[in-house]
């Protein structure tokens, strides 16, 4: 199965995951997902994903200056943002218990 495919249908949800617990500008967020084991994921998905979010009002954002080159952009969870990652992690939870009863069934579990 290709992962990238997997990715597409979860990036939302991975994305509102890492900023649960703290903002985060884009590389930090691509950073995060990376070392969360979602090595595949790709800059300009994790971009647009963010773009996305943004535009359906789910994160705000605000401007932090750099000494060190140019300003970064961060990201934070607001209450609809988190609203959504509740219920998208509750649709996620379902999900994946589904697919793991039809994998053991036949004998296909890890």
Known sequence: MDTTQLLKGVLDLAVLAVLREEDGY???ILRRLREAGLEEVG???VYGTLRRLFAAGLLTTYVVPS???PHRKY???NAAGRDQLTRS???WRSFATTMDTLLDDRGLAA
């Open 26 to 28: 884009g590389y930090d």
């Open 43 to 45: 800059d300009a998905s």
């Open 67 to 69: 000494e060190s080159g």
């Open 75 to 77: 990201y934070s969870l």
């Open 89 to 91: 992690g509750k649709l």
